[in-house]
């Protein structure tokens, strides 16, 4: 398995399969670098069932995909922060459909967001609670013998050592998830501390050091002992970074992972946009608490010289959907719920494609 995520990398960082031939169809995307290790995937298999039908995708980061599918420079966009009404508002009007949508977001997948970190000292079994995590990225602990940490730690010996907080220099859906997550958890009267740096995609961390991209707070994290950072999952494993056990909800110390990201998907409502958010999983005691469902941004009407391209990219999406979710798990991502695939298959059907 660690074999095949290697060459998904290596397809995210040397570019785009080669050219296609006159009567195939070429598919451009670009956008969030959270789940690009399973759209490469998807797109790789999809490919070998219907080699005239390839598909580019880009992981340039959550708001240079939208900036890219605003301008119209990509048939589809890719955002684990979905998108505001003001990003909306941007959108051609060309872009609607006859409902008056201008864009159709469609979850294809769900992650947990993990914090990985880089101790010498501790391997594995370190637990932060939230009030833990919270002053870590708020710069109000910044030693990891902390009190705070030390006391969930009783059996680790936590080393005199500096904190160094990895973030995300670009424009990030992951960290428009997270910080959504950091604020909810403020708001609990229990933590006592209130996060005040703000939920966006791109915020002004305190005393932090910013990497490009989930792969490159990988990358810092491997280089900096003391680090700590917020990413993926799957490249967190695929970099074999230790990942904390964090306290949810619940004031249980939860390991990340697929089943645990499930429960935390559990039960959330579906808003007639299918902008689902779970920023403070509750309902279930055992569940991971940081999770977010991530987008690819379609227009509601599609025309001209990307008619031909929508067409292919519909039954892409629909693959993905269904044999495409088989995989999912495989690369560290968590496969949807029934009733979002429903939900997200009758908001293909919407699309409209017109010469």
Not at 222 to 251: K, S, V
Request: charged fraction near 25%; include cysteine.
């Amino acid at each position: 398995m660690k074999a095949v995520r290697l060459l998904l990398v290596a397809a995210i960082c040397f570019g785009p399969l080669a050219c296609s031939g006159g009567d195939d169809v070429t598919i451009q995307g670009a956008g969030a670098t959270f789940p690009a290790p399973l759209y490469k995937r998807w797109f790789l298999e999809f490919y070998k069932q219907d080699p005239a039908v390839r598909v580019n995708y880009t992981p340039i980061g959550s708001g240079a995909g939208i900036r890219q599918f605003t301008a119209g420079l990509i048939v589809f966009g890719a955002s684990d922060a979905g998108m505001s009404e003001k990003e909306i508002d941007k959108l051609p009007e060309e872009y609607a459909n006859r409902h008056g949508e201008r864009v159709k977001l469609l979850p294809l997948t769900a992650g947990s967001i993990v914090l990985s970190y880089n101790l010498p000292e501790v391997q594995e079994g370190l637990k932060l609670s939230r009030k833990a995590y919270l002053g870590i990225f708020l710069r109000e602990i910044t030693k990891w013998n902390d009190e705070e940490i030390a006391r969930h730690n009783k059996g680790i010996k936590l080393p005199d050592r500096d904190i160094t907080v990895v973030t995300r220099a670009d424009s990030s859906g992951t960290t428009y998830a997270f910080t959504n997550h950091l604020s909810a958890v403020g708001k609990d009267p229990r933590v006592g501390m209130e996060w005040k740096p703000g939920v966006d995609k791109s915020v002004k961390w305190p005393g932090s050091i910013a990497a490009q991209g989930n792969d490159g707070v990988a990358a810092l994290i491997q280089m900096t002992p003391g680090a700590i950072g917020y990413l993926e999952y799957g490249y967190a494993e695929l970099a074999e970074l230790p990942m904390a056990e964090l306290e949810n909800h619940h004031g249980k110390f939860v390991k990340p992972g697929q089943e645990t990201g499930r429960l935390a998907l559990e039960g959330a409502v579906i808003p007639k946009d299918l902008q689902i958010k779970v920023p403070d999983p509750s309902r279930n005691p055992h569940a991971y608490p940081i999770v977010t469902y991530t987008w690819v941004l379609c227009r509601g009407r599609y025309t001209g010289e990307m008619a031909r391209e929508a067409e292919a990219l519909k039954k892409v999406l629909l693959y993905s959907l269904a044999d495409g979710q088989k995989i999912s798990a495989d690369l560290g991502y968590i496969p949807l719920p029934k009733d979002v695939v429903k939900r997200t298959k009758e908001a293909i059907d919407q699309i409209e494609i017109s010469p």
